[in-house]
Structure formats: structure tokens, C-alpha cells
Nanobody
Framework: QVRLVEVGGGLVQSGGSLRLSCTAS????????MNWYRQATGKQREQREL??????????NYADSVKGRFTISRDNVWNRVSLQMNSLKPEDTAAYYC?????????WGRGTQVTVSS
């Protein structure tokens, strides 16, 4: 059974930093691309935005809106993917979700809320 658990959200002032982590179980973690998505308040689940991704080889990809501010990383010993978020802006406010595609199906964590005050 695939399980993803996110931690690290919270309330921060504009310009501040937060670090999110997601611990995965039920998969051979090191073989998978791991993703962080976010869903802004009022948006539907289908409108979740891909924020960052990291492949099994460690290659990364970012949404244009977060390039230069967010950094995704992974720890294959602890089955953990992290998202370091710096220079946060009010428009980064959203629920952040960890995601993995396993056997053709998407798996999601329960999400962690990030709120950036202006």
C-alpha cells in the first residue's frame, strides 16, 4: 500500500522560508520520480499545479513561478522528498501535496497547508 505523509507547512510572512517533507512507503522509493503539487484555495483538485519534480536520477524540474526560490531534493535512505521554499510570496499560499505515479495510478498525500501573509 502506497502511503505519502507530508509535514512542514505553516504560516509565514512574505519573504520567509519553509521546508516541506514527504515520507513515502509502499514503493521502492529510489526508482520513482517524486512530485510536489499545490492547490490554491477555491481551486478544484483537477487544478492542482505541479510545483517541482525530481527524478530517480536526481534531475529536477520547477514551475516558472517558483524557479530560483524553491528547491526539491530527495533522500533515498529515508524515502523522503523535501521542498525548500525561500522568498515566499502571498501567491504561494496553498495546500501542498506530495505525489507519485505508481503502476499507472497517482497517489497523493493528505497535504500540508502553507499560508504566506503579506
Amino acid at each position: 500500500q502506497v502511503r505519502l505523509v507530508e509535514v512542514g507547512g505553516g504560516l509565514v510572512q512574505s519573504g520567509g522560508s519553509l521546508r516541506l517533507s514527504c515520507t513515502a512507503s509502499g514503493i521502492n522509493f529510489k526508482l520513482y520520480t517524486m512530485n510536489w503539487y499545490r492547490q490554491a484555495t477555491g481551486k478544484q483538485r483537477e487544478q492542482r499545479e505541479l510545483v517541482a519534480a525530481i527524478t530517480s536520477a536526481g534531475s529536477t524540474n520547477y514551475a516558472d513561478s517558483v524557479k530560483g526560490r524553491f528547491t526539491i531534493s530527495r533522500d533515498n535512505v529515508w524515502n523522503r522528498v523535501s521542498l525548500q521554499m525561500n522568498s515566499l510570496k502571498p501567491e504561494d499560499t496553498a495546500a501542498y501535496y506530495c505525489n507519485v505515479q505508481h503502476r499507472g495510478l497517482p497517489y497523493w498525500g493528505r497535504g500540508t497547508q502553507v499560508t504566506v501573509s503579506s
